[in-house]
């Protein structure tokens, strides 16, 4: 069974509008992180945003904020006021206590910012 | 700032070829992976290791093997490659003292095997 379920292989969104990009996880653990990354056209992966399973406020980063909803297990990645160059592959990711150091991906959303 | 480097961006090999992908990491991290990135797929995990000398494999780890002699290089094998090993592969290390650390990553390596 997939633990990181991101159903949006593709979203476009205008320049300066705001979008969210989907995450769900399966864990039966509960002491977690959920991470996002962005990987551009070149192929690094950058990290963007982290919410623990015990934070009682959703993450934000500037642009970023993590919509989390535990009893939901989702953990949606909102971008406020699109730029072009946020036109990428976004990833999202959980490690789980009692899984160690490893994390898990899901299949990734690629988003398209239009001018 | 971590730096994580891999050896090669592309990769060119045919079928049978024994493969070397190396990564190397300056921060003195504990942890380091190896993953393959495939479309729709996300990214997998094919090796890692805990410490030097230590290895476990991942989720996919047939027809790979990794070396880890020194703390800061981590190399994956391809005994002899195939074709469903045209792939990205992407190197990652981490501390992992703290729950909310990433892992960080490199350029990623493209191997194309004909």
Redesign the interface.
């Known amino acids: 069974a997939q633990k990181?379920t991101?159903t949006q292989?593709g979203m476009f969104v205008q320049e300066k509008e705001a979008v969210t990009l989907d995450c769900t996880y399966d864990t039966s653990d509960p002491?977690y992180?959920l991470?996002w990354?962005k990987q551009p056209s070149?192929?690094?992966?950058i990290?963007l945003i982290?919410q623990?399973s015990y934070d009682q406020q959703n993450a934000t980063e500037g642009r970023y904020s993590l919509n989390f909803q535990k009893a939901r297990k989702s953990a949606n990645l909102v971008i406020s006021a699109s730029q072009l160059g946020d036109s990428a592959m976004y990833?999202c990711?959980m490690?789980e206590?009692n899984y160690?150091?490893?994390?898990?991906?899901?299949?990734?959303t690629r988003l398209s910012v239009l001018p | 700032d971590v730096k994580v480097t891999q050896s090669s961006?592309y990769l060119v090999k045919r079928t049978g070829e024994k493969v070397f992908l190396e990564c190397v990491q300056d921060m003195d991290h504990e942890?380091m992976?190896w993953?393959r990135q495939d479309p729709?797929?996300?990214?997998?995990?094919i090796y890692?290791s805990?410490d030097v000398k230590m290895k476990e494999k991942?989720d996919i780890p047939e027809g790979y093997s990794v070396s880890r002699e020194k703390k800061e290089r981590f190399s994956l094998i391809l005994e002899s490659a195939s074709t469903n090993q045209t792939s990205?592969y992407?190197c990652?290390s981490?501390q992992?003292r703290r729950?909310?650390e990433?892992?960080?990553?490199?350029?990623?390596t493209?191997l194309l095997v004909l």
């Open positions: 990181i991101q292989p002491s992180g991470f990354y070149s192929g690094e992966m990290f982290y623990g990833f990711a490690r206590d160690g150091q490893n994390f898990v991906f899901g299949p990734g | 961006r942890n992976f993953y729709g797929l996300g990214l997998r995990l890692f805990y991942g990205m992407l990652a981490s992992g729950r909310q990433t892992q960080y990553f490199g350029p990623g493209r």
